[in-house]
């Protein structure tokens, strides 16, 4: 054995201290359910990377770190549970894990990561605690979400936010809400729309538009044939499915990709 690792009986691979996980040796790790051992402080990048017989995952409170990737295409994960210590976790901890039904986040946990659930189109639903402050971008892109309630502490939601969750139905923006990146939700059949309670954003003609400089984020217009509303002063996203044309019959400052 390396004197400067330690390699449990499933194939995982430790630092000699056993305090930092370093990675799974996918040649022998071979079981479906996982608990990382209480004392373990850190966990590498892509520690579980493409580890295809994990299911369940459990990640003790003693991890204070989490960073980067953590089961990217793990395509068979569908439960995972994050340290009680986890404030910030980065980026992508489950991009790709499209069996991927249920995630248990800590309470306390302030911000959900760029690419956090990319492509997880299993997970129909999450609760969100309410210590959530901040959306990175593309946190749910291609996700299977159905339905969300995101928290009334929400002040930051990163672009691309829900862009081609094609089975999310409605979004209400909490009150405390000052600032939404754009492709924030795709227009879709089955969308019927968003209510906004943040008094930065407004709803008019099925369209989400910033109060602070009448930008466009989203519209869910199932008209084939859609007019800008005369407000819009800037154009930022038009993510929908449903329009064929649109026309812009008043003066634009900005538009945006």
Not at 172 to 195: M, N, S, Y
Not at 236 to 248: A, L
Request: net charge negative; charged share 25%; hydrophobic share 35%.
């Amino acid at each position: 054995m390396d004197s400067n690792r330690y390699i449990d009986e499933y194939g995982v691979i430790y630092s000699s201290d056993r305090r930092t996980l370093i990675k799974v040796d996918k040649s022998i790790f071979c079981v479906k359910e996982y608990s990382i051992p209480e004392g373990t402080t850190h966990i590498m990048e892509n520690a579980f990377l493409c580890c295809e017989t994990l299911e369940r995952l459990y990640v003790p409170d003693s991890v204070v770190l989490e960073e980067g990737c953590l089961c990217e295409c793990a395509k068979n994960l569908k439960y995972a549970r994050l340290s009680s210590n986890i404030k910030y976790p980065d980026i992508a901890l489950f991009y790709g894990c499209e069996s991927l039904e249920e995630v248990i986040l800590p309470e306390g946990i302030e911000g959900i990561g760029e690419n956090m659930f990319t492509g997880c189109i299993s997970l129909k639903s999450i609760h969100l605690p309410s210590s959530i402050r901040y959306f990175q971008s593309a946190t749910f892109c291609g996700s299977g979400l159905e339905e969300i309630t995101l928290p009334e502490g929400l002040e930051q939601i990163g672009r691309d936010t829900f862009v081609t969750c094609r089975s999310l139905k409605s979004v209400t923006i909490p009150r405390g809400v000052k600032k939404i990146g754009p492709w924030f939700v795709q227009g879709h059949a089955g969308f019927e729309g968003i209510e906004s309670l943040s008094p930065h954003y407004r709803v008019e003609s099925e369209c989400l538009i910033s109060n602070d400089d009448d930008g466009l984020i989203a519209c869910w217009s199932r008209e084939a044939v859609w007019h800008v509303p005369k407000s819009v002063r800037n154009i930022y996203s038009i993510c929908n499915d449903q329009i064929e044309t649109i026309v812009i019959d008043n003066d634009i400052k900005e538009i945006g990709y």
